[in-house]
């Protein structure tokens, strides 16, 4: 193996490795959204329940 044989297979490892940071990067960032958002479930409540005879929508 020649010095450019093996210049380039370091090259190839270096850009190999910081891609799989960037994307780790991304889905511990990811994580961390879903933690941070998920307890905003609880606040949510149900939808009131529409009369028998009444639209579902107002319309002026």
Do not use: C, W
């Amino acid at each position: 193996m020649n010095d450019e044989h093996a210049y380039g297979a370091v090259a190839d490892r270096r850009l190999v490795n910081q891609q799989s940071l960037m994307i780790s990067y991304d889905f511990k960032l990811m994580m961390v959204v879903t933690l941070v958002a998920f307890p905003l479930v609880f606040l949510l409540r149900k939808p009131q329940k529409v009369a028998a005879g009444a639209p579902a929508v107002h319309i002026d």
